[in-house]
């Protein structure tokens, strides 16, 4: 293994620029070329690189983002893409790849090896925790820290005003940053994808917690849970059957990808970007490397890209203690 390449590919995640930063001082260590590609597969594809040495890393440690900027590649999802990506991977005389993504950019990593039997190792960067293989994706706990922040300063506002909030957070398909998040900040109920909860119920529990005295509250809904209505409309039935109270809506949004990762993100982004050049020196490729039990593991990619991972049923139980 004389040069590795390195790329960041989908929804950036802070924790990414740790990884890369890792990822150049440990080919260094160990005198490897590496090669950054810019914007994920779409740099590939054009052969958008550059030589990473350890200065071209200094001071991103605790910068959110990715400095080699990050993509969505409709082509690199046609084989002609990928023939032109290897091409690249040739020509610059790359010997394993880390791609350092969600599910999506795996997929894509997987079709490399399996197609030119290229050796790749995959970083899981993506704030929604929903990669099979490890307890922690690189980004979740900066998120988690970012949407607390945020819930605690819309409560100020739900207290000041005696109103009742619907905050959306992210997590199409999995309900891991509202659940975790919702707990942390004392959410009356926490609707995620995973769990069919009824309006009804949750009509009810709202009428309970006024009757025991409760003046405001905050739901914190998924992106993912959707019994056929958005956050808006949900809180729109609401409003219609509980009129005593003041509803109102709160999208997150884009802020929960960003920020300076936490101290968690930047230790886990550090061992995970060792394990990855170390593994592909050794040989142990299309894995992908996470946490766990606070151990570093490694895991088929074919496996972390197919697995699913739980909810949390304690967690579950435990939220729906302090509803009480
Ligand atoms: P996030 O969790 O933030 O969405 P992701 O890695 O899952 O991250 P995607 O947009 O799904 O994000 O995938 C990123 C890129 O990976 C795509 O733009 C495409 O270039 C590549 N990719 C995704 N799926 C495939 C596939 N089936 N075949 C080849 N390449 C793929």
New binding site residues.
Partial sequence: MKTIGVLT???D?PGMNTALRSIVRTCAHYKIKCVGIVR??SGLIEDNTKVLNTRSVRGIINEGGTFLYS????E??QATGREKAYKTLRNNNIDGLIVI????????AT?LEDEFNFPVIGIPG?I?NDIYGTSHTLGYDTALNTVMDAIDKIRDSAISHDRLFFVEVMGKDAGYIALRSGIAIGAQEILIPEVNTKIKDLTNSLKNSKKSGKTSSIIVVAEGYKPEKNVYQIADEIQEKLPNYQVRVSVLGHIQRGGRPSCFDRVLGTQLGVRAVESLIDGNYGKMVGINNGKITLTELSKAIKGKTKINKDLLRISQIMNT
């Fill in positions: 590919s989908g929804g995640s994920g597969y993509a969505r590649c409709d690199f999802r993504g969600g599910d999506g950019s795996f997929t894509g079709k993506t929604d």
